[in-house]
């Protein structure tokens, strides 16, 4: 217990000297090559090249390729034929000779798997773009979808938030088929098998499902026909498209998401508004600010995760000051008192965003994962920042609290679970139209994303929840796995599914010996790893063993111990080597380190790693730990 309390001063310090002076924390959020090498193709787009940026995502995009000559979509993983013809591309167009040894290894690599006319849609609307391949290669989008009602299949209003934001200046560059300036006349015809005017059959399979061979067929009548539609109807759905867009602008620019943002500048492009535009400068300067600045190196974020990060640096940070042997409580109360000031200024409380298209009479009162997007908060993000407000001072934020109580109420979706943007946006046939191949069109409910609302209503402990609360209930419990485990879909994988489910079956009184807990139990136990830790591998997503890596990682085991924490086991040999382990792994400054990432945007197309988890979820379980050992009860009285 002495080195378990050195640890927690430890780490506490480090996670406070990285609070910023507002009160807000904020880590680094990276991907894979995908978004740096698309950021570098923008500026060859725009003629816009800053050469010195350039020099230094291309050190970036060479450290991080893989051993088999192309580029993987998280750290170690295997080759991904559309982040590797990207990666390739930006190189080239960096100025890497294609005979250095690094481009002729992914050359090779990338031809060996059918070379680039094998890329998924996004990689060739990429290459469209610059007219390395036909806009035949890319499904048909008409632009008239814009003018689709909710209760059309094909509308935007079912599909995600993200896909929305991606697809409404995509519909119009897809229209105006606009070519690049690049201005070096980069091209990468050396990466295609066969010539891309020869290639014949850009839209196939496999095909998920029948639909995927109906929306294929549908697909092929549409094309001679799409160019014929009536000037009137196109240029209003353009209209339609612009009109959607220009509102969710904003400082973080449209859904604050890199590919939404830079379809947006490409588009005012090709319609000619000019780069000192005011809605040209607000969405440039909103990707300029996802940029990473390294001693040599820079890479290009996705998006950024201030709201995220604050409010689970807090609940660690809350953690560590509770108790009989609290760390630093005084300064750690002032320090809470800036995030939760900070938190509630960017409580979204006056704008209706695209989520009250299916609950209109809800009242918005969510919080975004960003600095700001208030057209899209989200229920995740609302509840740990819930969860984190009552913990700390629920008299003096109980309007925030009320707000966002009331709002993920209203976002409950039928089936009782929650999506992490929207309401019920389970229309599963989307997922399998020609353009939506990375499958993730759709923001169904999910345990996770559940799991943390569950959590936050019992916390807060309102009678008149409990019906909301049961059907939640009954969703998890549907959703658990037969392994006893539960589904991650948004923090790697199955570890975090089961921690978070487990969480919210304590918080809402549960018995601990219920059999889903026991089965999720013996689930947690069986993959506890010889050293003590726990470790899964972003290849889960794909089909490989749940809850299984072949190393140990910091995060990961804090998320085991706490799942097993919450439901009575801190006493268990597990959980004892579990600390242990992470105490073991603590380095000098007070940190845990790990290169494998730990989150996913889209399963099997997209990985996360953020960086901040490795600092604040081992000091969350520390810190818990301590307190169990010192209470009375020797249970868990928080939700998360």
């Excluded at 879909?489 to 889903?516: E, K, M, Q």
């Excluded at 998320?559 to 105490?583: C, F, P, T």
Aim: net charge negative; hydrophobic share 40%.
């Amino acid at each position: 217990m002495g080195q378990v309390r050195q640890a927690i001063d430890s780490a506490h310090a480090a996670l406070s000297n990285r609070q910023n002076d507002d009160g807000h924390w904020v880590f680094e959020l990276e991907a894979d090559a995908t978004i740096p090498a698309e950021y570098v193709l923008l500026e060859h787009y725009l003629d816009r090249i800053d050469d010195e940026k350039q020099a230094r995502i291309g050190v970036y995009l060479r450290r991080i390729q893989g051993q088999h000559g192309g580029w993987p979509l998280y750290h170690d993983g295997g080759f991904d034929l559309s982040a590797s013809v990207k990666a390739y591309f930006a190189l080239k167009a960096i100025g890497d000779d294609i005979n250095a040894p690094h481009m002729k290894r992914a050359r090779e690599a990338i031809l060996d798997h059918g070379g680039a006319a094998r890329a998924n849609v996004f990689a060739r609307i990429q290459m469209a773009l610059f007219g390395e391949v036909p806009w035949r290669a890319t499904p048909v989008m008409p632009v008239e979808l814009m003018l689709m009602p909710k209760a059309a299949l094909f509308s935007m209003w079912n599909m995600s938030y993200w896909s929305r934001c991606v697809v409404a200046p995509l519909l119009v560059l897809r229209t105006l088929e606009p070519r690049a300036i690049n201005p070096r006349n980069i091209h990468i015809q050396e990466l295609f098998v066969t010539p891309p005017e020869e290639v014949k059959d850009w839209i196939r399979g496999p095909y998920r499902s029948f639909w995927g061979r109906v929306f294929k067929h549908v697909d092929t009548v549409l094309r001679p026909i799409e160019p014929r539609f009536p000037a009137s109807m196109r240029k209003k759905a353009i209209k339609a498209a612009i009109d959607f867009i220009e509102p969710r602008l904003g400082e973080g620019g449209l859904g604050a998401i890199y590919p939404a943002m830079a379809n947006v500048v490409m588009m005012y492009r090709e319609m000619g508004v000019p780069d000192n535009d005011p809605r040209v400068e607000l969405a440039w300067k909103g990707i300029q600010e996802l940029l990473v600045e390294k001693e040599d190196e820079t890479y290009c974020q996705p998006c950024v995760s201030p709201v995220w990060d604050t409010g689970l640096s807090s609940m660690a940070m809350v953690e560590a000051a509770s108790g009989p042997q609290a760390t630093r409580p005084k300064e750690t109360r002032e320090r809470m008192q800036r995030s939760m000031k900070w938190l509630r200024e960017r409580q979204i409380l006056n704008v209706k965003g695209d989520w009250a298209i299916n609950c209109p009479d809800v009242r918005p009162g969510g919080w975004a994962f960003q600095y700001e997007n208030d057209y899209y908060p989200d229920v995740d993000d609302t509840a740990v920042v819930g969860m984190l407000l009552n913990r700390e001072d629920p008299e003096g934020n109980r309007e925030a609290i009320a707000r966002a109580r009331e709002w993920i109420v209203g976002m409950q979706s039928t089936n009782g679970g929650w999506g992490a943007f929207d309401i019920d946006n389970d229309l599963e046939a989307l997922n399998h139209i020609p353009f939506s191949d990375h499958g993730a069109l759709l923001d169904p409910p999910t345990a996770d994303v559940s799991a943390r609302c569950v959590s936050f209503l019992c916390d807060l402990g309102f009678p008149e929840d409990r019906p909301v609360i049961e059907r939640g209930l009954a969703y998890l419990r549907r959703e658990q796995e037969a392994e006893g485990c539960w589904f991650g879909r948004w923090g790697t994988n199955y570890i975090y599914g089961t921690w978070s489910a487990l969480c919210a079956f304590n918080a809402a009184g549960v018995p601990h010996d219920d059999p889903a807990v026991e089965r999720a139990v013996a689930w947690l136990e069986s993959t506890q790893r010889p050293d003590g830790g726990w470790g899964e591998d972003c290849a889960s997503y794909e089909g490989a063993a749940p809850g299984e890596y072949d190393m140990s990682l910091p995060t990961q085991t804090a998320w085991a111990v706490l799942g097993l924490m919450a439901v009575g086991r801190r006493e268990s040999d597990v959980v004892q080597r579990g600390i242990s382990y992470l105490v073991s792994q603590q380095d000098e400054k007070g940190e845990w380190q790990e290169k494998p990432y730990n989150a996913v945007g889209f399963p099997k197309v997209f990985y996360l790693r953020y960086h901040g988890y490795k600092q604040f979820f081992p000091l969350m379980a520390l810190s818990r730990f301590r307190n169990l050992g010192l209470s009375n009860s020797g249970r868990v009285e928080y939700g998360f």
